[in-house]
């Protein structure tokens, strides 16, 4: 499945320094996410763009700071992070405002804050 | 509030069942199940809508109890490739397309 393609797939990074996640659908979606999954805990959704517009911030620390240039592109820009936001970040599309929407991951980032 | 799964882990030979739960204190809207592998992007299996429908995947097939708020996941004659960490996802009542709240997820582990 290559519809959900994100870049790097493994980052490490220190608590100084400054990164970017990227994430890209080919599927025509109107809809990206961003999720961060850690061992042992439920997916968490951290943001929500819908035809490019952020409509959804779950309270994520400001540590972490997305961008959606347009419906194909997703990134998530990371700096001063802490060691506990070493996790795997999962990036989703979806076509968004129909009735049976349906979220489509990307193989996701594992990234490890030293 | 995110639906709770049951149960956290199962352990199965070839070809045995298995039945996974998800349960949620909300009205429901769907219910989304996917499937997880070590390491690999979770995998979308099938969606729920509320209306008591059941749905059929090969030999995973699930139900949504609209009155209970509860979708069922069932696998019959399990295969070695049906092993991975299984997620409900659900949305709420009223909104048909947007944010998913996930359980904590059902770890299978099918043995030959």
């Known amino acids: 499945e290559t519809g959900v393609t994100q870049t790097p797939r493994h980052l490490v990074m220190g608590m100084t320094n400054k990164k970017s996640l990227k994430c890209e659908q080919h599927l025509g979606h109107n809809a990206m996410y961003w999720y961060k999954q850690s061992a042992k805990k439920p997916l968490e959704l951290m943001f929500v763009?819908?035809?490019?517009?952020?409509?959804e911030n779950n309270s994520v620390p400001s540590r972490f700071s997305p961008e959606c240039p347009n419906s194909s592109h997703l990134f998530l820009h990371l700096h001063t992070l802490q060691p506990e936001d070493s996790a795997l970040y999962l990036c989703?599309?979806?076509?968004?405002?129909?009735?049976?929407?349906?979220?489509?991951f990307g193989p996701g980032t594992r990234l490890t804050v030293l | 509030q995110q639906p709770v799964q049951s149960p956290q882990a199962v352990i199965l030979r070839e070809g045995e069942d298995a039945v996974i739960n998800c349960s949620s204190s909300?009205?429901?809207?769907?219910v989304h199940w996917y499937r997880q592998k070590h390491g690999e992007a979770p995998v979308f299996l099938m969606i729920?809508?509320?209306?008591?429908e059941q749905k059929g995947h090969e030999k995973i097939s699930a139900s949504f109890n609209e009155k209970k708020q509860q979708s069922s996941l069932y696998l019959t004659a399990s295969q070695l490739s049906y092993s991975g960490t299984y997620f409900c996802?659900?949305?709420?009542?009223?909104?048909?397309?947007?944010?998913?709240?996930f359980g904590q997820g059902t770890i299978l582990t099918v043995h030959p």
């Open positions: 763009y819908n035809f490019k517009e952020q409509t």
């Open positions: 996802g659900t949305r709420a009542g009223g909104t048909s397309y947007g944010k998913l709240t």
């Open positions: 729920l809508l509320k209306g008591g």
């Open positions: 989703a599309s979806s076509q968004g405002q129909i009735s049976t929407d349906t979220q489509y």
């Open positions: 909300k009205a429901l809207y769907s």
